[in-house]
């Protein structure tokens, strides 16, 4: 019977047999299907495979540290840690528009990984996560299996000049549960394989306007209690009906930072702070969503840490808006 365990164990020779004695590379994000190839590696060929995890400073709080503890302590791969955040943090200096900020962070992206690619010996394939829907979103496979057609889609990889590597990209029969599924069984914490979407250009498109350190300090913090307060509320929610994505979990949720501040009340004295907008939604696909109907105990306690725990916010707001006609992300 084909269970998981099989499912595993036949990517992996495939993989081996693929990649011979060859190195691979992958731009490890910490995002799903990343995770999922990377341990996929890790099985099939260990440290023929390098992992490059570039650290934008844009990810949420701990994040960093927690990829890095994966694949370096649980997954025998060669992982390498590339501290980009300073150079992000000049390149985004001033930065308001938010199709800017994505094309900036997205270009100085790919510099990042082909400076440390090029400098590798010997790589010949640069592994994807590409799993099925994104060949069918980005319209590739329009007929199944056209050299021409799957190129197009190969082609967003922006290559430097003179630059070239294989691609490799073992999820791309799977859809997203199964990949799911083989991170499980592959070992992945659930941390890593029930991680909500999260944007590339991460917590730069959640703040509006220029980011900066400050900013950026202060949403970290606001959205590591939204993200725990909503951790611990949806697993109530999956101890009573046993799903992950029950029907009234919240399917993805952080927080927001605006560009604006407001006045408030602290002892005897009068602030002049941020606000933070919390934005929780349930969907199934972020084509539509729907705003969650989080009870009000849940918010009050958001709203009560956030005040209290985070300097510089003095009030907390929440988006009952679905999409459309608002969207999901406020950038
Ligand atoms: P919107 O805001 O358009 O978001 O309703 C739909 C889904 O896409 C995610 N999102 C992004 N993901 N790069 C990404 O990788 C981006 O620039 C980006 N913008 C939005 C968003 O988090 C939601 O899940």
Same mark, same amino acid.
């Not at 499912?7 to 081996?16: G, H, N, P, R, S």
């Not at 962070?105 to 994807?128: M, P, S």
């Not at 496979?141 to 056209?146: I, L, Y």
């Given at each position: 019977?084909?269970?998981?365990?099989?499912?595993?164990?036949?990517?992996?020779?495939?993989?081996? +047999?693929?990649?011979?004695?060859?190195?691979?590379?992958?731009? @490890?994000?910490?995002?799903?299907?990343?995770?999922?190839?990377?341990?996929?590696?890790?099985?099939?060929?260990?440290?023929?495979?390098?992992?490059?995890?570039?650290?934008?400073? @844009?990810?949420?709080?701990?994040?960093?540290?927690?990829?890095?503890?994966?694949?370096?302590?649980?997954?025998?791969?060669?992982?390498?840690?590339?501290?980009?955040?300073?150079?992000?943090?000049?390149?985004?200096?001033?930065? #308001?528009?938010?199709?800017?900020?994505?094309?900036?962070?997205?270009? +100085?992206?790919?510099?990042?990984?082909?400076?440390?690619?090029?400098?590798?010996?010997?790589?010949?394939? *640069?592994?994807?996560?590409?799993?099925?829907?994104?060949?069918?979103?980005?319209?590739?496979?329009?007929? +199944?299996?056209?050299?021409?057609? /799957?190129?197009?889609?190969?082609?967003?990889?922006?290559?430097?000049?003179? #630059?070239?590597?294989?691609? /490799?990209?073992? *999820?791309?029969?799977?859809?997203?549960?199964?990949?799911?599924?083989?991170?499980?069984?592959?070992?992945?914490?659930?941390?890593?394989?029930?991680?909500?979407?999260?944007?590339?250009?991460?917590?730069?498109?959640?703040?509006?306007?220029?980011?900066?350190?400050?900013? @950026?300090?202060?949403?970290?913090?606001?959205?590591?209690?939204?993200?725990?307060?909503?951790?611990?509320?949806?697993?109530? @929610?999956?101890?009573?009906?046993?799903?992950?994505?029950?029907?009234?979990?919240?399917?993805?949720?952080?927080?927001?930072?605006?560009?604006?501040?407001? #006045?408030?009340?602290?002892?005897?004295?009068?602030?002049?702070?941020?606000?933070?907008?919390?934005?929780? #939604?349930?969907?199934?696909?972020?084509?539509?969503?729907?705003?969650?109907?989080?009870?009000?105990?849940?918010?009050?306690?958001?709203?009560?840490?956030?005040?209290?725990?985070?300097?510089?916010?003095?009030?907390?707001?929440?988006?009952?808006?679905?999409?459309?006609?608002?969207?999901?992300?406020?950038?």
């Amino acid at each position: 019977a084909w269970n998981m365990d099989n499912i595993v164990e036949t990517l992996c020779a495939q993989m081996k +047999q693929h990649v011979g004695n060859d190195r691979v590379i992958l731009a @490890l994000s910490g995002g799903v299907d990343s995770s999922v190839v990377a341990a996929l590696g890790a099985r099939a060929i260990g440290k023929q495979m390098t992992c490059v995890f570039i650290n934008h400073g @844009l990810l949420r709080k701990n994040e960093p540290e927690e990829v890095e503890a994966v694949f370096t302590q649980q997954f025998d791969v060669d992982f390498i840690h590339v501290h980009a955040e300073d150079r992000y943090a000049e390149l985004l200096k001033d930065v #308001v528009d938010p199709e800017e900020k994505r094309k900036r962070i997205g270009t +100085q992206f790919w510099k990042e990984f082909f400076n440390v690619a090029q400098q590798l010996e010997g790589v010949r394939y *640069l592994a994807q996560g590409t799993i099925y829907p994104d060949i069918i979103e980005s319209g590739a496979r329009k007929t +199944q299996g056209s050299a021409s057609t /799957i190129k197009s889609h190969h082609n967003l990889i922006p290559f430097p000049d003179g #630059v070239h590597f294989d691609l /490799i990209e073992p *999820l791309d029969h799977f859809f997203k549960d199964e990949v799911r599924k083989l991170g499980l069984a592959l070992g992945l914490p659930e941390h890593i394989v029930y991680r909500q979407p999260f944007p590339g250009p991460g917590l730069a498109i959640r703040i509006i306007g220029a980011v900066d350190a400050e900013k @950026l300090a202060i949403l970290k913090n606001a959205d590591a209690i939204v993200r725990e307060e909503l951790d611990a509320y949806n697993k109530r @929610l999956y101890e009573e009906t046993g799903e992950h994505n029950s029907q009234h979990a919240a399917w993805q949720y952080f927080a927001v930072l605006p560009d604006v501040k407001s #006045v408030g009340v602290m002892g005897d004295e009068r602030t002049y702070a941020r606000p933070i907008i919390v934005r929780a #939604v349930e969907s199934s696909d972020a084509m539509t969503a729907d705003w969650a109907r989080l009870p009000y105990d849940v918010l009050a306690r958001i709203s009560g840490r956030i005040v209290a725990e985070v300097p510089g916010v003095n009030r907390v707001a929440y988006d009952i808006t679905s999409k459309p006609p608002a969207t999901i992300e406020w950038e």
